[in-house]
């Protein structure tokens, strides 16, 4: 009886509201009231995905799995693989197989307005100009192409078509990474001084992989540095960088598997990362920024995060974290999809920009530089067109 005062009035006279983080329930009240506002009303999409490797694969599996887009053509070169697809996914005859060497057939079909590519980075480019060319709509996986001048054409042609050329830097859309940087644009940690950035990958890349992906600082790298311009609102002017190759394989073909960098920027703030090939206890991926009136961070998730283990005296345990970035960016790669959807049915404003992705292919190849010779290297943007506010 002591509490009963404190008791207050009947939970139901207060107004029903539950935590914008729980984007799960905003999920399920707009599909319980079917809040038509939510849903495109826009004719599909009729699209093509170039390769399905590591990145392909996923962007598959989404393009089958959403109405906003009708997939009329598969390409890859491994023919052996088509009759599989075909059945594990239950395509219908309309949709298409075909090789890289028949892509024309994709570029002159007028019919498909959106072109997916998930092919090994040499391949972009190519891909990206003949898409363009006949009027359709790039997603891209990154980078664009394997240089800073090819990139800058293709966004070019993009431009002087009137054409969506997206970048996927898919992690911008991650719930946890996204909410970070609302609340650090809010102000909620102030001033910020210190965005740390740890990214360790899992299962280690094939060496087949590695010698088609660019480079360890224009493939995983590029997501690091992102993150911290996203986060930031601004580029840095110094790189300074660090990098060894402890794996014998990744040595041999002259690229790196262990990476610590730090970016400093016109604010004041500094980006401290730490970047590795191989984790062997799952894909370790945190996001921290530090300021003036406290921290926020991003910590690994788990698929069964709210299950613990008490065992003897060995204290307690809880389920690994994400075996690998499909598991940890599930939600991300889907909600990357539906903002380039939004793109190119509704004409939003792109979220990852021509001069973003461009300035971080600067970045790492300025960071790539510092690596090899032990030296910090300034970065000036004076001739690269970048808006004020950069993001």
Known sequence: MATKKFAGPSPYTFKDTYPVDDYKHTEYVNNVTANIKTKSQAAPV???????????????????????????????????????????????????????KDADRVYKDKSVNVVFIG????????????????????????????????????YEAAKAKGKALYAAFNRRFDPAYRGLRDRVRKGEVGHVQIVRVTARDSPLPSVEY??????????????????ACWVLGELP????????ALIPEVKAIDDFDTIAFLLSFPSGAVAIGDNSRYSAYGYDQRLEAFGNKGMIKVENERPCHSTEIVIGHEGVKQT?????FPSRYQ????LELEHFLDVVQHGVPM???????????????????????????????????????YS
């Not at 891909?127 to 363009?132: D, L």
């Not at 990154?142 to 800073?148: D, H």
């Not at 690994?320 to 690998?324: C, E, N």
């Open 46 to 100: 009729v699209g093509a995905i170039f390769g399905l490797g590591r990145a392909g694969s996923i962007h598959l599996a989404s393009l089958i799995r959403n109405p906003r887009v009708i997939l009329k053509y598969i390409v890859d070169d491994r023919v052996e693989r088509f009759a599989e697809l075909k059945n594990y996914w239950k395509l219908s005859d309309d949709v298409q197989f075909v090789t890289s």
């Open 210 to 227: 590695l010698k088609t992906s660019g480079g360890v600082f224009h493939d995983c790298l590029v997501h690091d540095f992102d993150m």
């Open 119 to 154: 092919s090994p980075t040499y391949t972009h480019h190519d891909i990206v100009v003949n898409s363009i060319a006949n009027n359709k709509d790039v997603f891209c996986e990154k980078p664009i192409a394997e240089n800073i001048e090819d990139t800058k054409k293709c």
């Open 237 to 244: 002017i110094r790189v300074q960088a660090h990098a060894t």
């Open 320 to 324: 690994p974290i994400y075996y690998s």
């Open 331 to 334: 939600l991300a790669y889907k």
């Open 351 to 389: 979220e990852v920009t021509s001069w973003q992705t461009l300035a971080v292919s600067k970045i790492a190849t300025a960071a790539e530089e510092s690596a090899r010779t032990s030296k910090a290297v300034d970065i000036d943007w004076s001739k690269d067109a970048i808006p004020a506010q």
